[in-house]
C-alpha cells in the first residue's frame, strides 16, 4: 500500500524489536523519541509510532462527530514514516469527501473502533484517534478547530491552544 516491497515484515521487525528492547531494558539514545502504541479495542489492529507528531488537535467538525460517536474528536497527526502498523489487512477502508477534501477512514470491522484516517493534503500521514494510545501518551493538544460546530456545552481550555472556526 505504501510501495513497500515487504511491508509485513517491516512492520514485524519494529514490533519485534520493541519487545525486544522491553526485555533488556534498552534505553534509545537522548535524540530518539519513545516509541508509542495505539490500538483498536479487541487489539487486533496496532500502530507504533516513533518521533513527535505533527499537530494534536481536536475537532468538532461533523464528521468527526460521527467517527467517534462522540461531541468531539481528539487527534495525533504523524508523518507516514513515523507509522508502522501491524494487522492493517484486517482493517475496513471507507472513503469519502467531506470539508477538508478526499478522506479515507479506517476501522476495525471486529471492534468497530477506528484506527487511523487519511486526508488530502495529508495522504503522507496517518491521523490516530488520540483514545486509542496507551496511557502516559503525554499529547496535549494545541488546535481546537471547526469551532463553530462545537458543542455549546464543550469548552476546550489551555493557552496553548489556537481556536479556529
Ligand atoms: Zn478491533
Ligand atoms: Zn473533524
Not at 533488556?24 to 507528531?53: D, F, L, N, V, W
Not at 473502533?113 to 496507551?134: K, M
Request: aromatic content about 12%.
Amino acid at each position: 500500500m505504501k510501495g513497500r516491497t515487504s511491508p509485513t515484515f517491516v512492520m514485524l521487525n519494529l514490533f519485534q524489536q520493541v519487545q525486544l528492547d522491553e526485555i533488556k531494558g534498552y534505553r534509545a539514545p537522548m535524540t530518539e523519541t519513545p516509541t508509542r502504541h495505539a490500538s483498536c479495542r479487541c487489539g487486533q489492529i496496532r500502530i507504533a509510532r516513533t518521533g513527535e507528531p505533527i499537530r494534536v488537535s481536536v475537532c468538532h467538525c461533523r464528521e468527526c462527530k460521527a467517527w467517534s460517536g462522540s461531541a468531539l474528536v481528539a487527534q495525533v497527526r504523524f508523518p507516514e514514516e513515523q507509522v508502522r502498523t501491524e494487522g492493517e489487512a484486517q482493517a475496513k477502508m471507507w472513503q469519502y469527501t467531506g470539508d477538508s477534501g478526499n478522506t479515507a477512514d479506517f476501522f476495525c470491522p471486529t471492534c468497530g473502533s477506528g484506527v487511523w484516517y487519511r486526508a488530502q493534503p495529508y495522504h503522507d500521514a496517518y491521523t490516530i484517534p488520540l483514545g486509542n494510545f496507551e496511557p502516559g501518551h503525554g499529547f496535549v493538544s494545541d488546535y481546537s478547530v471547526y469551532e463553530e460546530r462545537r458543542e455549546p456545552w464543550v469548552s476546550i481550555t489551555g493557552e496553548a491552544i489556537d481556536h479556529y472556526d
